[in-house]
C-alpha cells in the first residue's frame, strides 16, 4: 500500500484556517469549507459531542486515520475504546475534547502508541470546536503522523476493538 505523508505543521495549518473562519472566535461547522483544507483531509476527523454524559462521536474520518486507527471509526464513539486503553491515549483524547466542548478553544497535546513492529509513537494533535447554531456541537480535529519513520509507514497501529472482539468466537 502507497503512503501519503502528511505535511509537517499540518496542526499549525488547521488552526490557521479555523481562526481565519471567525477572527479567532468559534466559527460554524456549515463556514468549513473541504476544497480549502483539501491537503489535510485524510488526517482529519469531525466529531460530534453529546451530553449528560459527555460522549464523543466520530462523525466522519479521513482515509489515512482510518489506516493508521486500522479501522473505520465513522460512528463509533471514543468511550467504546476506554476499556482497552493500554496507553491513557483515549483517555487523553476524551479529556481533551470535553476541554474544547467547555471552552470553545482549540486544544493541542500528544499522547503514546505502540506500533505492531515495536515501535512507540508520538503522536501530535489539535482539536478545533465548531458550533452549529449558537451551541458548541462539533470539533475538527487533526492528528500529526508526520513524525514516524518510513520504515513503518505501513505497519499501522494495533487497536483492539471491543465490538469486534465480543462478536468474535472464542476458542
Known amino acids: 500500500m502507497a503512503t501519503v505523508r ?31 483544507i483539501k491537503q489535510l483531509l485524510p488526517y482529519l476527523y469531525i466529531v460530534k459531542f ?23 471509526l465513522t460512528g463509533r464513539y471514543l468511550d467504546e475504546f476506554l476499556p482497552v486503553d493500554r496507553n491513557s491515549a483515549n483517555h487523553t483524547l476524551l479529556a481533551c475534547y470535553q476541554r474544547a466542548f467547555e471552552t470553545g478553544a482549540p486544544v493541542f497535546g500528544s499522547y503514546t ?4 513492529a515495536g515501535y512507540t509513537l508520538e503522536v ?10 449558537e451551541k458548541i456541537e462539533q470539533c ?13 509507514a505501513d505497519d499501522g497501529i494495533p487497536t483492539q476493538d471491543p465490538v469486534k472482539d465480543a462478536a468474535a468466537p472464542k476458542d
Do not use: C, K
Open 113 to 116: 502508541w505502540p506500533t505492531r
Open 6 to 36: 502528511i505535511l509537517a505543521g499540518s496542526i499549525e495549518a488547521l488552526h490557521s484556517y479555523w481562526r481565519s473562519l471567525a477572527g479567532g472566535a468559534v466559527p460554524q461547522r456549515s463556514d468549513v469549507d473541504p476544497t480549502a
Open 140 to 152: 475538527l480535529a487533526i492528528e500529526d503522523y508526520s513524525g514516524f519513520p518510513p520504515d513503518i
Open 124 to 133: 501530535r494533535f489539535g482539536m478545533f470546536p465548531l458550533r452549529v447554531g
Open 50 to 72: 453529546e451530553t449528560d454524559p459527555f460522549r464523543v462521536r466520530y462523525m466522519l474520518v479521513g482515509t489515512e486515520a482510518d489506516r493508521w486507527n486500522d479501522l473505520s
